[in-house]
Nanobody, 122 residues
Framework: QVQLVESGGGLVQAGGSLRLSCAAS????????MAWYRQPPGNERMMVAR???????NYADPVKGRFTISRDNAKDTVYLQMDSLKPEDTADYYC????????????????WGKGTLVTVSS
């Protein structure tokens, strides 16, 4: 079993910054792509940023130039640095990872964290 735990959410004023972290733990063999998604109130969940195992990244258009995704493979952790935050960035932020386990080292499965709330005030 694999667990993803997010941290770093909170309340911030527009123009401010936050850094989200997501640590994976459990019977991990390898972590492939890691990503951050967000779900604003009353809206669908959407991808914000994604980073592959070889650290190729891509971002959703609304966050390009403001958010930076990174990962620390030694810690099985992915980060999301969020700068120049806007009220429309307010959402629950979820971590996602494609993980193979020790029991199934060649089968990647999607795992999700429980989310962390980011609120940006105007």
């Amino acid at each position: 079993q694999v667990q993803l735990v997010e941290s770093g959410g909170g309340l911030v004023q527009a123009g401010g910054s936050l850094r989200l972290s997501c640590a994976a733990s459990g019977s991990i063999f390898r972590i492939n792509t890691m990503a951050w998604y967000r779900q604003p109130p009353g809206n669908e969940r959407m991808m914000v940023a994604r980073i592959t195992a070889d650290e190729s990244v891509n971002y959703a258009d609304p966050v390009k130039g403001r958010f930076t995704i990174s990962r620390d493979n030694a810690k099985d952790t992915v980060y999301l640095q969020m700068d120049s935050l806007k009220p429309e960035d307010t959402a629950d932020y979820y971590c996602n990872a494609q993980v193979t386990t020790i029991r199934q080292p060649y089968y990647a499965k999607d795992y999700w964290g429980k989310g962390t709330l980011v609120t940006v005030s105007s």
